[in-house]
């Protein structure tokens, strides 16, 4: 079991750090032509500053996934916010974070490779790092991933950009 956990956690790191386009169904897209707010920090430093993402925080040290979003990129996340985590049960939640190799694949799951501005986002199957497609629908009432409400979105940073969600979401 523990060279399962260290493939996937290599598989998970190596896609990180090499993925440089996002696919939807209607499309490939690499770097966004649309303007953003010059970001000042990577993933990490973003996601940490906002205040609001102290459980992903914790989760990526517990992946060991830090270094990898402090990489080049670039990276789109959909970020789940502490209120987020926080409708997982404690119990199970808790299982997650001592759980490295079930913790890997939920956290790459919320990564796509490329920056993916709110505007180029388009109705479909999204590749995720994880491997699995998120199903992201765009519609004049907003924007959800699988069912997460993307509520905040275009939150810039240095090696890519974050999209706020409202539920943590599982790979299958």
Do not use: C
Request: proline content about 5%.
């Amino acid at each position: 079991m523990k060279l399962k956990t260290a493939i996937a956690t290599a598989v998970a790191t190596s896609v990180l750090a090499t993925a440089p386009l996002v696919v939807f169904a209607y499309g490939t897209y690499g770097a966004s032509t649309s303007a953003a707010p010059a970001a000042k920090a990577d993933i990490v430093g973003t996601a940490v500053a906002a205040g609001q993402f102290n459980t992903l925080a914790k989760a990526l040290t517990a992946a060991g996934l830090i270094d990898t979003l402090k990489g080049p990129g670039p990276f789109t996340v959909f970020a789940p916010t502490d209120e987020a985590f926080a409708k997982i049960p404690a119990d199970k939640l808790n299982a997650l974070l001592a759980d490295k190799a079930a913790l890997t694949q939920v956290l790459t799951y919320h990564v796509v490779g490329g920056k993916v501005m709110a505007a180029d986002v388009k109705t479909g199957a999204v590749k995720t790092v994880q491997g699995q497609p998120l199903n992201v629908v765009a519609s004049p009432s907003g924007v959800t991933v699988n069912n997460a409400r993307v509520i905040k979105t275009d939150i810039a940073a240095t090696n890519g950009v974050i999209h706020v969600i409202d539920t943590v979401v599982l790979p299958n």
